[in-house]
């Protein structure tokens, strides 16, 4: 921690503070600039109460952390990017990995058909919501438990794993025993009771990005649930809250980039909701490759103007197809590039 | 509904679109303009499907709702204000409202301190976390059940009615054995799972603002709690997420004057979560309550350098006596002024 | 300033480190912590081009500057408030200043008419646009030079002073021939080239802060102002831009009392541009009172909706005169509260 | 327009209003929905001052804009990409072009070496400022004319081209005496002053987006420039203003893709200011390439801990050209694309 006093911080001020970090166990030094005094605390102790106590001392101008508050997903404790197995994929390895369907199953023929869809063009896992976080509590909120089953009949079919979203800890037993990947939604990144009930569920997880969280609030929660026994994460970057109107959200695409130099769990971007238009997702995720992302997850729906939820942004059966064959160099490109570093580490 | 077509939408697009409309129920109204047809849908039927699936279409540029999504919490569907009565105070009445104490109840000692303190300078409820959402898994995360009889002593000893914040839903029972009103925080402001199950937990509610959360969402989630079966719900402006440092969040508070617009829910400020910072609570605890709140929530600590947590912002026993005294005459103009708006309804 | 290294800097990078500080004039003060090593740097030099450099240096994670970037804007340098006089009216004193017109100005009989509305109900300064600053080049961009007269008129024929925006540093020296104070307007905060020539104007400034301008930023472009020769500076809150649509800007308001803690300039607030709405006006200006604006500026018209811009947030006569008058008992308080700060410095 | 009326609206506000549309000289076209009033107004006219005149007027709740506020800049009105001639270079054709150099033109021996070394791995233009907008007046403001100079120099020994900031009207001339493309930094992208010189100055423009402007108001922007005379200019995307902290800016990469969508004109990736930090540019740079942009605009230095500015973002020797050859697969998949969309259209 670095303390900065205020202009005219009197002596006793600096004293009392110094005290203050030595009764929580750090070695005070202090710098006595020309204008003000500075204290530096090394040590280890409960850094968060420490500075809060800290900062509420007068004389305080500024108490500042310099070590990360993150520790188990952080680049300098684990330097190879987590391998998170999936059925027979592997995210964070040498494949760049998809995930399509639609924003909500709606009926069995809609996710039989989607789910064969997605699998013909190279998807490994089918995304599909069961339970639905809506803004109103007017609108459709999901088939539930028989959604969970139809997902479960499209892997049995198909061969996909299946990504499915789950919104309270009471659901997390439930939705466990039919995914093979749990999402928590953006609006749930800080739902601090569902993120501890996940350490414990016995499934990786995709943990979303909340619309107005730093990149050092995502590794937090990813912190929390792997602090609570669970190591299989992977970060979601889908678009954050800005001004910005002319999409639904604006992609934070270099937090990819920042993310792979911070952590080593694997980072997937989901270019339909970062956008929320159709017609920009097959850039975007041309981007998303590019820039080294992991792994995208996309919204495809057979007819998305009888979708129940985000048709906008879904692409067609025809949109889709010429995607995933408009990204083949690109996946070429990245494969090599991953194999490159494979060999440099 | 009003839907902008492109500018070069062809013929079959726009009676496809009409065809849509048509299916939800609704009447077509179109209008053609010199560069592209608009079409406006009137009626009653599922607003947002049909939204979502016409945004969907090809040809469309722009699907705007034109009616509020919200319909109990508006100030439309009731005009007089709502009451909340807790104990023997009355919230959206004609007293403001105060609520204070620390962010963490932490002890004996310290809550009971707290509580004659808040007493004594005009409070009328206690505040004081049992549950605590914390950023990182290795803070302090509340004294959980210990805290919430220690409030409810509190009670029993001074008299004031007890908030404090419930996180998730499986704890809502249990916290609403004790509490007169259960908090939701900002972080929790959306997540519906939680948002359902207040609609019957039988106590009022104060629904915190999301981050990022425009005034529309957290009319939406105040919807929620209110179609599950809860009227007694207040909202309260804590401060957003902007670029601004210089403060822990930024105050919105014309949200306040847009709220009293909208709705005919209660609306309190919370200057401690606004600011972060002591010395600015004050001066906008007297904005507060000269723009028309119904109330307010404010952190106050018999030592704050000792609190396990937002030590920096919590008003020390001085300060505290010192803000109440000077709002006076500030409180008197607000009574004034709320005695002669209901003659005039 | 302190320099926090990367976890596995190497010595020589740290080395390397101390000897550029030293080269800059600083003395270095190192810390050795558990984890990583944090170097303090002590002196007079110039601290951003010694903080890009040292932040471009392999091994180096951060480096903060400690002490502000401005200087003789702070209440460090100067302790009581800047008093800035204006024809019989002192801004910065202990009366609240109230500023008010029309956006833009229309015509002589408009602008004669608002001038005589305004001054009846206590507004001491006229502001009406000559040069308006428009998104659009379609949209009406002012009278100028004849703008400039009728305001001229108007001052003659009321006492009013008058405030108007420059837009162009090759107009200042004509505006500065015709107004008290001249306006530079939010999207011009950071037009350096502008800011260096006010220096040498010889008129007092009202600077309004960026649409997504820090408070710091806000204080630095003043400080250029006053360090290009002019100490006769005023800030403006007028609303920040945020996620928020509900309001046209989001007002800052917290920002007012950041500055009287950071600044001894005056600052004002501007309730029409901060809501874009007149219904909000009124109670935000109640707020600005209470919070201890030293003033503030509003839209007035004597017909809003034939006003060539802005009409949405422009008070008429009616509602102009019952807000000036439902402010009168705040302006006491707001009075009482500045003499007797007068009296404890 | 479309103006919907308030819930309540009277019969007389609706007619009112009626009235005034067609005072403006539209057609008027009501649909009396189940709740509220719905106005159409088609024709042509002024609509931005029709638009604020409704919305000043009583009943009315929001008045909204249905056809673009723009022309000359749309795709509607032209649907090639502009193509921009610079020397032996063509911006919005089918080569993608990178302009690289130092931040700040700082010496003969610094220029000369940085072109040498840009020009050597296939930049086409050489950037590097002569006149610098910084934040502090205390910081190095640039060399001004002999800036230009050196640029001049730097042109005639390595066939370069030259893209260099212009900040007020007043220098205009001199600069565009110099440079080949003239750069408005995001500061000035509102400054209306500047954007009409720019219609009369003879050279191509390239703008960059604003630190808080939306993609509409670029557009706006950019239309300014070409109403007034000039068709050549290139929209640059250098990253918003959000609340991440972890980068300088937050790029918003999706905007390339939209304003491919929205615009003829060629828009340009600057990778260094929208990260700030070098080791994240070249994953970006390979985004931007990826995403369709037509150019990007790096910072490149000998010695960047050594860069009078910028230092942190700047790639030094070596990392400039291990990014150009990383970049070469990707920009031959650029080209196939673009000569697959030439034969396309």
């Not at 108490?63 to 684990?78: D, G, M, Q, T």
Request: charged residues 25%; aromatic residues 4%.
């Amino acid at each position: 921690m670095i303390i900065s006093m205020k202009l005219h911080a009197t002596r006793e001020e600096i004293n009392h503070v110094r005290e203050r970090i030595e009764e929580f166990g750090y070695k005070v030094h202090s710098i006595a600039g020309e204008e003000r005094v500075v204290i530096g605390a090394v040590g280890m102790g409960d850094v968060t109460a420490c500075l809060e106590s800290i900062e509420a001392m007068p004389g305080v101008e500024r108490a500042v952390r310099i070590s990360a508050p993150y520790k188990f997903v952080s680049r300098e404790f684990r330097q190879e990017k987590t391998r998170i197995q999936v059925r027979d994929t592997v995210i964070g390895g040498d494949e760049f990995v998809t995930m399509a369907g639609p924003c909500s199953v709606e009926s069995e023929k809609q996710i039989l058909e989607t789910a064969e869809l997605v699998a013909k063009h190279g998807a490994k896992l089918l995304r599909g919501g069961a339970f639905k976080p809506r803004t109103s509590p007017y609108d459709f909120q999901g088939l539930e438990l028989e959604g969970l089953k139809l997902l479960d009949k499209a892997r049995r079919i198909t061969g996909l794993g299946i990504i499915t979203e789950v919104m309270s800890d009471r659901d997390v037993e439930m939705v466990a025993e039919y995914a093979d990947i749990l999402q928590i939604g953006a609006r749930n990144m800080q739902n601090f009771s569902l993120l501890k009930t996940l350490g414990k569920c016995g499934r990786p997880i995709l943990l979303k990005r909340g619309l107005s969280s730093t990149i050092k609030e995502l590794l937090m929660s990813a912190e929390y649930i792997v602090a609570h026994g669970n190591p299989d994460v992977m970060l979601c970057e889908r678009g954050i809250r800005t001004f910005e109107t002319a999409t639904r959200n604006t992609c934070d695409i270099t937090a990819v980039a920042v993310l792979n130099e911070l952590t080593h769990l694997p980072v997937i971007l989901d270019p339909s909701h970062a956008t929320g238009k159709r017609s920009l997702v097959p850039p975007l995720a041309r981007a998303a490759v590019a820039i080294g992302s992991d792994g995208m997850i996309v919204e495809v729906h057979p007819n998305p103007e009888k979708a129940v939820s985000d048709g906008a942004q879904s692409l067609d059966p025809q949109q889709w197809a010429a995607m995933m064959e408009d990204l083949k160099p690109y996946l070429a490109l990245w494969k090599q590039a991953r194999l490159k570093e494979a060999v440099a580490v």
